[in-house]
């Protein structure tokens, strides 16, 4: 698979292969300056959430790069903490007056718990909440609606009660913590995994072995890694501010073999938070 291409949602919904995450790029000129580089370098995905506070900029950035509407693909989030009905219809409201866009193409739960409650046992109210997604997607608002940071168990919660079944789960994903468990759950069900963190939040950028590889490739670390998800059937959500950082990102239309592919398989990476 190249970077050009597409996965296809449940609903037929078509996704670029590869998304631009936001997830700590501040508000104003960063956020909208990296958008900006990331839509001229190629991206035509662009991940944002309500809890990142830069909506408003990644929705400026969009309205301003002068790309038709409909080849931009754009995802946002419902804050981890909203687990009621009422409050999701709000929040939900928020994000389009935020965001400026007359709709977004994905929308998420962002977790399943509080993120000061990780863990805790939340299944009542997000099948709740996911009452409010279903009609945010039928309003015809948003194209898609999904799930972040969701395990079997609340995956299956959701399943088990509801009329639309989610169409993504984007969870972290990298080499040393592939989640294999949770992605072939969701692969059985119908459900795209999307990997955010492909670089281990820059861990992996100090590996000796990842280095070797890449330099065999004429890549780099971070190209070795960002294929590595892509490859596992996953949809990987590089982050950069830097403008040469964010177009090599994207420029992963190589293969690795399936050897080595079975040998980033045996690498570790550093422990991983607690959800994970």
Same mark, same amino acid.
């Given at each position: 698979?190249?970077?050009?291409?597409?996965?296809?949602?449940?609903?037929?919904?078509?996704?670029?292969?590869?998304?631009?995450?936001?997830?700590?790029?501040?508000?104003?000129?960063?956020?909208?300056?990296?958008?900006?580089?990331?839509?001229?370098?190629?991206?035509?995905?662009?991940?944002?959430?309500?809890?990142?506070?830069?909506?408003?900029?990644?929705?400026?950035?969009?309205?301003?790069?002068?790309?038709?509407?409909?080849?931009?693909?754009?995802?946002?989030?419902?804050?981890?903490?909203?687990?009621?009905? +009422?409050?999701?219809?709000? #929040?939900?409201?928020?994000?389009?007056? @935020? &965001? /400026?866009? !007359? $709709?977004? +193409?994905?929308?998420?739960? #962002?977790?399943?718990?509080?993120?000061? @409650? &990780? /863990?805790? !046992? $939340?299944?009542?109210?997000?099948?709740?909440?996911?009452?409010?997604?279903?009609?945010?997607?039928?309003?015809?608002?948003?194209?898609?609606?999904?799930?972040?940071?969701?395990?079997?168990?609340?995956?299956?919660?959701?399943?088990?009660?509801?009329?639309?079944?989610?169409?993504?789960?984007?969870?972290?994903?990298?080499?040393?913590?592939?989640?294999?468990?949770?992605?072939?759950?969701?692969?059985?069900?119908?459900?795209?995994?999307?990997?955010?963190?492909?670089?281990?939040?820059?861990?992996?950028?100090?590996?000796?072995?990842?280095?070797?590889?890449?330099?065999?490739?004429?890549?780099?670390?971070?190209?070795?890694?960002?294929?590595?998800?892509?490859?596992?059937?996953?949809?990987?959500?590089?982050?950069?501010?830097?403008?040469?950082?964010?177009?090599?990102?994207?420029?992963?239309?190589?293969?690795?073999?399936?050897?080595?592919?079975?040998?980033?398989?045996?690498?570790?990476?550093?422990?991983?938070?607690?959800?994970?």
């Amino acid at each position: 698979m190249k970077s050009t291409d597409f996965f296809t949602l449940a609903n037929g919904v078509t996704i670029p292969a590869i998304g631009f995450g936001t997830w700590q790029i501040p508000s104003g000129d960063i956020a909208y300056n990296s958008v900006k580089e990331a839509l001229k370098a190629g991206y035509r995905h662009i991940d944002t959430a309500q809890a990142y506070g830069n909506e408003a900029s990644v929705g400026q950035a969009i309205i301003d790069s002068g790309i038709a509407r409909s080849e931009i693909f754009v995802t946002s989030k419902l804050p981890a903490e909203i687990k009621s009905y +009422d409050q999701a219809v709000r #929040h939900i409201q928020f994000t389009m007056t @935020k &965001i /400026g866009l !007359d $709709y977004i +193409d994905l929308y998420l739960i #962002h977790a399943p718990w509080p993120w000061d @409650k &990780i /863990g805790a !046992d $939340y299944t009542k109210e997000n099948i709740e909440v996911w009452r409010a997604m279903e009609e945010f997607y039928k309003s015809g608002k948003t194209r898609s609606i999904g799930i972040s940071n969701f395990s079997v168990k609340d995956i299956d919660a959701i399943l088990d009660n509801s009329r639309v079944r989610p169409m993504v789960n984007q969870i972290k994903l990298h080499i040393g913590h592939p989640q294999e468990e949770i992605t072939d759950h969701c692969r059985k069900n119908g459900i795209l995994v999307e990997g955010y963190s492909p670089l281990a939040t820059g861990r992996l950028l100090d590996s000796k072995e990842l280095a070797a590889m890449a330099e065999k490739y004429g890549k780099s670390v971070a190209q070795i890694s960002i294929r590595y998800v892509l490859q596992k059937g996953a949809l990987p959500l590089p982050k950069s501010t830097h403008p040469e950082y964010i177009r090599q990102n994207i420029d992963i239309d190589f293969e690795i073999t399936a050897d080595e592919m079975s040998y980033l398989d045996t690498l570790s990476a550093a422990q991983p938070r607690p959800w994970e």
